[in-house]
Antibody
Framework: EGHLVESGGGLVHPGGSLRLSCAASGFTFSTYVMNWLRQAPGKDLEWISY????????SYADSVKGRFTISRDNAKNSLYLQTSSLRDDDTAVYYC???????????????WGRGTLVTVSS | ENVLTQSPGTLSLSLGERATLSCRTSQAVNKYLAWYQRKPGQAPRLLIYGASNRATGIPDRFSGSGSGTDFTLTISRLEPEDFAVYHCHQYGGSPLTFGGGTKVEIK
């Protein structure tokens, strides 16, 4: 079935950076497209980034493009999100999520973590 | 952006009752619609994809229907573990978008 656990969230000042991690277990991580999504207080879930199985294809939402970087280490079964130039509106719970399956993204998510909270505040 | 409107906002029902949740998209998405269940402190759980396909391990009391712009999630007989928030998600166009959720609570 699989398991995803996010970590690395916390309180950061505007303009700061954080590196979020997602540890995967219970499935063959290297064969799945992976994503980051987030939910800000009072807002709907928002997809923010995707990475292909071999890291050759990456995509970002406009809201984070140029500020966030997604990466993965298949040898460590881990997904990462390097955030920078953080703003107040980046405050959210950040989730890693597994794409349904296959080499091409399906764009819906069959396994999620519980999330890690990022709070941007001075 | 394709806006997803879920109704009702809250559904108050008793155990064993039928729950009918609606999701309307502002732009047609064919059948590219998924439903997720969310409980506090837990990871979201995929219930339905492709508008009507149950995900692995999802009980058959959950069913999805619809296409185009109007979709329904039905829980035929509510069990205690079904009281949660349900979100729809369209993946038929960019950007991906989610609905604000319907809370199913115990009456």
């Amino acid at each position: 079935e699989g398991h995803l656990v996010e970590s690395g969230g916390g309180l950061v000042h505007p303009g700061g950076s954080l590196r979020l991690s997602c540890a995967a277990s219970g499935f063959t991580f290297s064969t799945y497209v992976m994503n980051w999504l987030r939910q800000a207080p009072g807002k709907d879930l928002e997809w923010i980034s995707y990475i292909s199985t071999d890291s050759t294809t990456i995509s970002y939402a406009d809201s984070v493009k140029g500020r966030f970087t997604i990466s993965r280490d298949n040898a460590k079964n881990s997904l990462y999100l390097q955030t920078s130039s953080l703003r107040d509106d980046d405050t959210a719970v950040y989730y890693c999520a597994r794409d349904f399956g296959g080499l091409a993204p399906n764009w819906f998510f069959d396994l999620w973590g519980r999330g890690t909270l990022v709070t941007v505040s001075s | 952006e394709n806006v997803l409107t879920q109704s009702p906002g809250t559904l108050s029902l008793s155990l064993g009752e039928r729950a009918t949740l609606s999701c309307r998209t502002s732009q047609a998405v064919n059948k590219y619609l998924a439903w997720y269940q969310r409980k506090p402190g837990q990871a979201p759980r995929l219930l339905i994809y492709g508008a009507s396909n149950r995900a692995t391990g999802i009980p058959d009391r959950f069913s999805g229907s619809g296409s185009g712009t109007d979709f329904t999630l039905t829980i035929s007989r509510l069990e205690p573990e079904d009281f949660a928030v349900y979100h729809c998600h369209q993946y038929g166009g960019s950007p991906l978008t989610f609905g604000g959720g319907t809370k199913v609570e115990i009456k």
